[in-house]
């Protein structure tokens, strides 16, 4: 079964719905080289009810072999058309959600696991986005991450000079987004299971960190 939320009056941009027409194209070469095998590793052991945030055009939904449900996140339309098809080829039920990160019209601690690969480089309030996540996880449940982060060194200031024009020509990405810094600021213990600089190396997107984030309780924020 597939549903649809009521979506979030944020208007896409030319440039975002040229972007998520074209993505999977972009990233073939990538998915047969290193994207498969890191999917299987990533969420093929992933049990209980799971949400993806910002799950473009399902390229993970066939990996989700043990979970129990699967609700996923895309606000973009024309990913969106193309998430409904994949969702109905795959045999776990999935429930599409037209919903941006920063508000999520879930309920609280809903989910054992939430997925973003990809995604937390796009959105506008990444805080919100934090905080949304934490409110809709159980008490002891999981963010399942791989997103590029800023480089350090010369790359990452390379990466600041060119964020502004990337942002408008990749559906939003923040090429020097310091994600790893926002997760601990926001209350949650990260742990890095792998940093990932794949070839051919663009240096508005490396390096890819692969790892978990787990909220702290409350109390122990800060």
């Known amino acids: 079964m597939t549903t649809t939320a009521e ?17 999977d194209a972009m990233t073939q070469r990538a998915e047969e080289k290193w994207g498969r095998p890191l999917r299987t590793l990533m969420f093929g052991e992933l049990t209980g009810d799971i949400l993806e945030v910002g799950a473009g055009s399902g390229a993970n939904l066939p990996y989700f072999a043990k979970a129990d449900s699967l609700v996923a996140v895309e606000p973009a339309s024309e990913m969106r058309r193309q998430l409904h098809r994949r969702a ?15 508000n999520l019209p879930l309920p609280d601690d809903a989910f054992d696991t939430v997925v973003c690969t990809l ?12 905080s949304e996540i934490r409110r809709v ?3 002891g449940g999981q963010l399942v991450f791989f997103e590029h982060v800023r480089s350090p060194g010369a790359v990452g200031l390379m990466q600041d000079v060119l964020a502004p024009l990337w942002k408008r020509a990749a559906g939003g990405c923040h090429a020097n987004r310091r994600l790893l810094t926002a997760l601990r600021d926001a ?16 240096p508005t997107n ?17």
Request: overall charge positive.
């Open 187 to 202: 209350g949650y213990r990260v742990r890095i299971h792998e940093i990932v600089r794949p070839w051919p190396r663009y």
């Open 119 to 130: 995604v937390l480089c796009t959105v506008t309030d990444l805080p919100a986005a934090l």
């Open 88 to 102: 109905a080829e795959v045999p776990l039920d999935v429930e599409v959600v037209d919903a941006w990160a920063e």
């Open 137 to 139: 996880l159980k008490p």
């Open 206 to 222: 490396t390096p890819y960190v692969r790892g978990t984030a787990v909220p702290l309780p409350a109390d122990r924020d800060r």
């Open 7 to 23: 979506a979030n009056p944020r208007l896409e941009s030319r440039s975002g719905r040229f972007f998520a027409r074209y993505y």
